[in-house]
């Protein structure tokens, strides 16, 4: 089930000179090799993007929207092999991966829609003027779109480009190919001109440097670490190209004492878990009102302790391993860290098993503030629990880090929700659930989580410019 790993350019699909392996996370077989795109490759592909650009800007919305939905369609259709594909090279669980093709299809569905509401504005003027403000597409888009997953991700960064009239030439991970060959093979077979949509894989920096100071990408529309995309923007700035960076975080969950705290415990546990914790908006920092934090620790710790982690092929999986190796000595040295300084290991701390990049599910009790983990995000199954005496005490603890990407809170309490609302300093606030976005909401971040936002009604927005027209009757 698992598809040819191939460059896609100019509509046609390419192998290169060189290639790298596709590893199983859980088995650390090769399941694949992946074509890696040589400068003329990036050449070829940034000289189909402009004639892409020429074609697709002028196509009209409705258009464009069609082709959009028979992409999705077909993405819908295809939802057992694509998610086979991501299990196989992501290692998440089966159902997860499922879960995840429709959430793709949604973002194009929800972006194709949004292709017919690019609405300009009439300015009321003095008589003989007129003045009217148009949205036009920026012009070509280099996207990247990271591993954690697979085939959502780069739904995300086409969908906003294709609907707002962008070519894009999409770098996606090199660790997770698959999802974004699925999904070009999708529009291709939608009937979407060739050079609209660019597929290239290589070595990141590589693409990167040679790519984004090319005059005509206008837009650089990046998802990983904060530290990578301050480095992408730096160089965009450079050329005084636009950024669209969905960055890091490190989320914060605010437990009040008023809550359902079994229910709130055993749903912040299942979350945590999701993805092997490999979630930009994974829940982590867990502050738990002192008067429950006994009650709260023991039903979290215990679904923690409960949690299935095997190969995601196997039904029943509930967790499947780290996508890489290099993350299984990067949690080690967090929990060793918090636990030198204090902290309490609850349950899990380590590696699981001797094939495969499986970590155990971990919860950390009562970690100071001076640990590492408190400060970086984990991006792995660790989850931190401590108490706090009060919801100021609370809402302190959450915006101590330079991260603002998503923040939850579990309360009842009308006082509470509005005090969490306007201080606790995110760019999207889940209330007693965990959830942090779906397609017709705004995603982003703040602070050094980012900048601008994919999704809602202001998803197109970073992938439009705005056009002020002063029109006069006569010459004054």
Known sequence: MYPKLRLFIAGEWRSASSDMPVINPATEEEIGRLSCASLSDLDDALDAAVKGFEIWSRTSPRQRSDTILRAAALLRERQEEIAQSITLEHGKPLPQARLEVIRGAEFFEWDAG????????????????????????????????????????????????????????LKAAEETPAGAVHIAKAFEDAGLPPGVVNLVFGNPAEISSHLIPKDPIRLVAFTGSTAVGRHLTTMASENMTSVLMELGGHAPVIVCEDTDVEASGVSGAIRKMRNAGQVCTSPTRFFVHDDIFEEYSQAFVARVAATIVGNGMETGVEMGPLANE???????????????????????????????????????????????????????????LNPVTSLD????????????????????????????????????????????????????????????????TEGLDNYMIVKNVWHSAKIF
């Open 326 to 384: 290099r993350r299984v000595p990067a949690l080690i040295a967090l929990v060793e860290d918090a636990r030198a300084k204090g902290a309490t290991v609850a349950t899990g701390g380590g590696r699981l098993g001797d094939r495969g990049y499986f970590f155990q599910p971990t919860v950390l009790l009562n970690v100071p503030e001076d640990a590492m983990i408190m400060q970086e995000e984990p991006f792995g199954p660790i989850a931190v």
């Open 393 to 456: 005490h609370a809402i302190k603890q959450a915006n101590s880090v330079p991260y603002g990407l998503a923040g939850y809170a579990f309360t009842n309490r009308a006082d509470y929700i509005d005090r969490l609302i306007d201080e606790v300093e995110v760019g999207n606030l889940s209330i007693n659930t965990l959830e942090a976005s779906m397609p017709e909401t705004p995603f982003g971040g703040v602070k050094s989580s980012g900048y601008g936002r994919e999704g809602g």
């Open 114 to 169: 949004e292709a017919m509401r690019t609405y300009g504005r009439i300015i009321p003027a003095a008589r003989g003027h007129k003045f009217s403000v148009h949205h036009q597409p920026i012009g070509v888009v280099a996207a990247f779109s990271p591993w954690n997953f697979p085939m959502s991700q780069p739904a995300r960064k086409i969908a906003g480009a294709l609907a707002a009239g962008c070519s894009i030439i």
